[in-house]
């Protein structure tokens, strides 16, 4: 158990719809990553949020949007859903904001499939 | 550019035997962090081991080591005595850069598979 937890760890919605993924960090750690894992592919970055506020942004696109709350944790919002848009979204958690170093902790994933 | 390549899309191994995943990445930055994680096939991704650049001892724990190979900016993932419950995808993966604010960049993958 890594200590980071996903909420939920499955969804099914149809095209068009809006989802909220939510994330609570390891206790302590203060940056939450977001990643998306399409099917047989590697993990993409999409943003991280370093103590509330906006630290890095990868390639999220504008119908996605994520905020990290005074309490830590974190929620991931995707509207106007496709079908491409299925896939495993993952929170990883870490203690620093950045620099070379140091693990990131993964919560075991929300599947997300849109019909 | 930085980069990791995983020259094995997949493997086959024998259970008991040791397992060697190659993992070579690029960089021009002098301080970096390679990592390894294991994804099995319901999903998580879990954390295994980790290898500084400046670290003068090969990363340990339990039965997985990193063989790190500075000079030759390889990284492989030594798994010992594979059981069944090994069989999964293995990512290795490197902090980028401060320009790309310390992100990770991950390798494709290779996906191991434990014959019993």
């Known amino acids: 158990d890594s200590g980071v937890t996903q909420t939920p760890k499955h969804l099914i919605t149809a095209t068009g719809q809006r989802v909220t993924l939510r994330c609570s960090p390891r206790s302590g750690d203060l940056s939450v990553y977001w990643y998306q894992q399409s099917l047989d592919q590697g993990l993409q970055f999409l943003i991280q949020y370093y103590n509330g506020e906006e630290r890095a942004k990868g390639n999220i696109l504008e119908r996605f949007s994520a905020q990290q709350f005074p309490d830590l944790h974190s929620e991931l919002n995707l509207s106007s859903l496709e079908l491409g848009d299925s896939a495993l979204y993952f929170c990883?958690?870490?203690?620093?904001?950045?620099?070379?170093?140091?693990?990131?902790?993964f919560g075991e994933g929300s599947r997300l499939t849109v019909l | 550019a930085q980069k990791i390549t995983q020259t094995q899309p997949g493997m086959f191994v024998q259970e008991k035997e040791a397992v060697t995943l190659d993992c070579t990445y690029d960089t021009s930055d002098p301080s970096y962090g390679l990592f390894w994680y294991k994804q099995p096939s319901s999903g998580e991704m879990i954390f295994l081991i980790y290898q500084g650049s400046y670290d003068q001892q090969n990363a340990t724990e339990g039965r997985y080591s990193l063989n790190f190979q500075k000079a030759r900016k390889s990284a492989n993932l030594v798994i010992s005595a594979s059981q069944l419950g090994d069989s999964a995808m293995y990512f290795c993966?490197?902090?980028?850069?401060?320009?790309?604010?310390?992100?990770?960049?991950w390798g494709a993958g290779t996906k191991l598979i434990i014959k019993p």
């Open positions: 990883a958690s870490s203690v620093k904001a950045g620099g070379p170093t140091g693990e990131l902790f």
């Open positions: 993966a490197m902090r980028g850069t401060m320009d790309s604010n310390y992100q990770l960049i």
